[in-house]
């Protein structure tokens, strides 16, 4: 059971948990403006579907990762053990989900996937699960130095969200612009 002087640690850091969940899922809410951006482009559509599912979904899935882990840390633990199992089974099962990111950015017809785009859709995000990982095994001996590893996970996980949504939004509208003047030509 923790200690009373460990009590204090999550409760310190339930601003920061505010703020990143509070922006995980505003960030999550603005991921449907974007679809509506693909709803007109004019492209083959088992194409637009697999790049949806490799490059759009991890996007809300990253910042519903960061809103889950907001909520899950700022629950009232009585001990460190469970919330260190529990933050463990998120970083596997991000972990696991990625393999399945891999496999569909493997199989977009007609792409060949940059090293940016390995860099922003795998290797970052990976980063940031091992690290939640690692901070699974760390919270019970050294519980301060684990919630700066899993604000760090936190916030690289939203950092890339948003530059992937970027990278969404930007590829999206020129795709958009560009079906648009095939159609006056």
């Given at each position: 059971?923790?200690?009373?002087?460990?009590l204090?640690?999550?409760s310190?850091?339930q601003n920061?948990?505010?703020?990143?969940?509070?922006?995980?899922?505003?960030?999550?809410?603005?991921?449907?403006?974007?679809?509506?951006?693909?709803?007109?482009?004019?492209?083959?559509?088992?194409?637009?579907?697999a790049?949806?599912?490799?490059?759009?979904?991890?996007?809300?899935?990253?910042?519903?990762?960061?809103?889950?882990?907001?909520?899950?840390?700022?629950?009232p633990?009585?001990?460190?053990s469970s919330?260190?199992?529990?933050?463990?089974?998120?970083g596997?099962?991000?972990?696991?989900?990625?393999?399945?990111?891999?496999?569909?950015?493997?199989?977009?017809?007609?792409y060949?996937?940059?090293?940016?785009?390995?860099?922003?859709?795998?290797?970052?995000?990976?980063?940031?699960?091992?690290?939640?990982?690692?901070?699974?095994?760390?919270?019970?001996?050294?519980?301060?130095?684990?919630?700066?590893?899993?604000s760090?996970?936190?916030m690289v996980?939203l950092?890339?969200?948003?530059?992937?949504?970027?990278d969404?939004?930007?590829?999206?509208?020129?795709e958009?612009?560009h079906?648009?003047?095939?159609?006056?030509?």
């Open positions: 059971m923790m200690q009373g002087s460990e204090h640690l999550l310190d850091w920061f948990y505010m703020i990143m969940g509070t922006a995980a899922a505003t960030l999550t809410g603005l991921m449907f403006v974007v679809t509506t951006l693909i709803a007109g482009i004019e492209a083959r559509l088992s194409i637009l579907n790049a949806v599912s490799a490059f759009n979904t991890p996007v809300v899935v990253h910042f519903c990762a960061v809103l889950l882990l907001a909520g899950i840390l700022s629950a633990w009585r001990m460190f919330l260190s199992v529990l933050l463990g089974l998120v596997l099962g991000m972990a696991f989900y990625l393999l399945i990111v891999l496999r569909r950015m493997l199989r977009i017809p007609h060949q996937t940059t090293s940016e785009d390995w860099l922003w859709y795998m290797v970052l995000p990976f980063l940031a699960y091992v690290l939640l990982i690692v901070a699974a095994f760390v919270l019970p001996n050294n519980p301060s130095s684990a919630l700066y590893v899993v760090f996970a936190m996980l950092l890339v969200g948003i530059r992937n949504a970027w969404n939004v930007t590829f999206l509208a020129v958009r612009a079906s648009e003047n095939k159609k006056t030509e």
